[in-house]
């Protein structure tokens, strides 16, 4: 990276804690784990000269100390001492360099298992418009192998192993609604599995979130697409999807009867202000009120019209201050408890001021999610992912919104401002000791 007219270069002994600081080195030629950070303590200095760190860039605007003067005076500076003991083999570094390659190993570890997921992701959704297009036309087999579609994801929750919510890069189709019906069962299982349904209920779950929205295969495309208010009757038209949905799936003679349930249900509010029925909390099921939630969410994040759309920090923090009365608050809790304060999807600014990509959680440790570091230094192709707790004493400063990304840090992240998603499953005997 060239030197900005912000950054000036001063030498290793003018370092004292308060300095933000950017390494000359690229991430691969040095122990440390961040290529920018602001120096805390004595001990990070001396690890830098350990390291044989020479010169430094020191941005002074994110700094809260001025560097110290030089000793010698301009044009006579020595050269610096040779350290005691070689860089390579200062305990210290040798220690920092073996963290960093741990690290490093499980970088190469969670890549290999996102590109799995991924692998399976696509798989699915190229399955899933087929599936939808049969069971409307009233194919038995259709239903069936919904069912073993969803029997396999519901699978990965139960089984025993750590599942991990991971985001999905896609790029914008016309087949928007699919990649909906697959995003909101992937958070309903999670959310299911996190409040102990029994396996039965999560395959019903599973299949009812699927297929919620089917019955909007019989309302005009303009209507569903139209990002201008909709008008009375078009609501009016939009609200009939419930109904239709029970229709189309009642065409299959064994479909479950909880699962149609979500269908019908989906749309309503503990409140009561919900439709197509207004019924109350007592009265709407459980599944169909894990399925509100999770439709609540995917839509805020995915918003049709994307001036609307909130990056799912916002999407959480609005459904628990402004629509608590519609949802089932015990569910809401434990689903914000699954996903974390900072969801997969969001992008943040860390207390040294990299930006990061939340890119998966594992729900039942969800303070820990994994993030993937902006560098430019470094391909993207090997962009580092690191876990919350290796940021040490580092924080996440704010979340932001995609609006507000530099173009560079969306293609970085192959980041489309969308929160899609789906589960992986790291069974005990595949983790890495």
């Known amino acids: 990276m060239a030197t900005t007219e912000s950054e000036k270069r001063i030498k290793i002994d003018q370092l004292r804690p308060g300095i933000f600081i950017r390494l000359q080195a690229s991430w691969f030629e040095h122990p440390f784990l961040f290529n ?44 610096p001492p040779k ?30 298992n996102l590109r799995k997921c991924t692998k399976d992701y696509n ?31 519901a699978g990965k929750f139960i089984n025993k192993g750590d599942s991990f919510v991971h985001l999905m890069a896609i790029k914008e189709t016309e087949e928007s609604i699919y990649y909906h019906s697959l995003n909101a069962s992937v958070l309903a299982l999670m959310l299911g599995a996190k409040a102990g349904f029994s396996p039965s209920e999560m395959r019903d779950l599973g299949l009812g979130v699927l297929l919620h929205d089917i019955g909007k295969s019989r309302i005009d495309n303009k209507v569903l697409k139209k ?107 434990l689903f914000i408890r699954s996903l974390g304060v900072y969801p997969p999807g969001t992008v ?22 994994s993030l993937m570091l902006y560098d430019p230094d470094i391909p993207k192709n090997e962009a580092v992912a690191v876990e919350m707790e290796d ?12 609006e507000d990304l530099p173009a560079e840090v969306c293609d970085y992240f192959n980041y489309s401002g969308k929160a899609n998603y789906f589960v992986e499953q790291v069974k005990e005997g595949d983790k890495s000791a």
């Not at 418009?129 to 409307?136: A, H, Q």
């Not at 109350?280 to 001036?307: F, G, H, M």
């Not at 916002?314 to 459904?319: H, I, N």
């Not at 940021?391 to 995609?402: A, G, I, N, W, Y």
Request: charged fraction near 25%; glycine fraction near 4%.
């Open 36 to 79: 920018s950070l602001k120096i805390k303590n004595l001990g990070q200095i001396e690890a830098l000269k350990k390291a044989g760190i020479t010169e430094v860039f020191y941005i002074p605007q994110k700094s809260d100390s001025l560097p110290l003067p030089l000793n010698e005076p301009p044009g006579k500076a020595s050269p």
């Open 83 to 112: 350290p005691a003991t070689p860089p390579q083999e200062d305990p210290v570094v040798k220690l920092l360099w073996q963290i960093k390659k741990d690290r490093m190993e499980k970088l190469k570890e969670n890549q290999e």
């Open 123 to 153: 798989a699915t959704v190229k399955d899933i418009p087929d599936i939808m297009e049969k069971i409307i036309g009233g194919s038995q087999e259709a239903v069936s192998n919904a069912r073993t579609l969803i029997a396999k994801m």
């Open 227 to 333: 990002v201008e208010p909709l008008s009375k009757a078009e609501q009016n038209l939009i609200r009939l999807h419930p109904q239709y949905g029970v229709e189309i799936v009642a065409k299959s003679n064994d479909f479950p009867k909880n699962a149609a349930m979500i269908i019908l249900q989906h749309h309503e509010q503990c409140d009561g202000s919900g439709y197509p029925q207004h019924r109350t909390r007592e009265k709407i099921s459980k599944l169909a009120r894990v399925a509100n939630i999770v439709n609540v969410y995917d839509n805020l994040c995915n918003n049709i019209d994307p001036a609307k759309a909130m990056n799912p920090y916002q999407a959480l923090s609005y459904m628990y201050s402004r629509c608590k009365k519609g949802l089932d608050l015990e569910l809401l809790t």
């Open 348 to 369: 943040v600014m860390l207390s040294n001021g990299i930006i990061a990509l939340i890119v998966s959680v594992n729900p039942q440790n969800p303070m820990k999610p």
């Open 391 to 402: 940021l040490m004493d580092l924080t996440v400063e704010k979340s932001l919104r995609f």
